[in-house]
Nanobody
Framework: QVQLVESGGGLVRPGGSLRLSCVVP????????MGWFRQAPGKQRELVAT???????VYADSVKGRFTISRDSAKNTLYLQMNSLKPEDTAVYYC???????RGQGTQVTVSS
């Protein structure tokens, strides 16, 4: 059962940008830390960025300065703005609500020329 809805992925050239969105149930949005993970073929799932319930953020070293996580409480939506994309950013991206067993289908990001 899909409880998180991720969108915004696609095919983009190196150096391009994408913005991912994740709609989260309103009952948990304002009280939960959340984050974005990614998984490339043949690799383990990797934590990309997190946002605490008071909007403190943490980023993986590989995306610092290029990606920005943010949250819109009016829309119950978590975002990941991705700039200066690289081929190594290619993966399926998932959002997660910490402490909750909520799942989404993920969104594919492919960076290729």
């Amino acid at each position: 059962q899909v409880q998180l809805v991720e969108s915004g992925g696609g095919l983009v050239r190196p150096g391009g940008s994408l913005r991912l969105s994740c709609v989260v149930p309103g009952s948990v949005f304002s009280t939960s830390g959340m984050g974005w993970f990614r998984q490339a073929p043949g690799k383990q799932r990797e934590l990309v960025a997190t946002s605490s319930r008071d909007a403190m953020t943490v980023y993986a070293d590989s995306v610092k300065g290029r990606f920005t996580i943010s949250r819109d409480s009016a829309k119950n939506t978590l975002y990941l703005q991705m700039n200066s994309l690289k081929p190594e950013d290619t993966a399926v991206y998932y959002c997660s609500v910490f402490g909750k067993t909520l799942r989404g289908q993920g969104t594919q990001v492919t960076v290729s020329s």
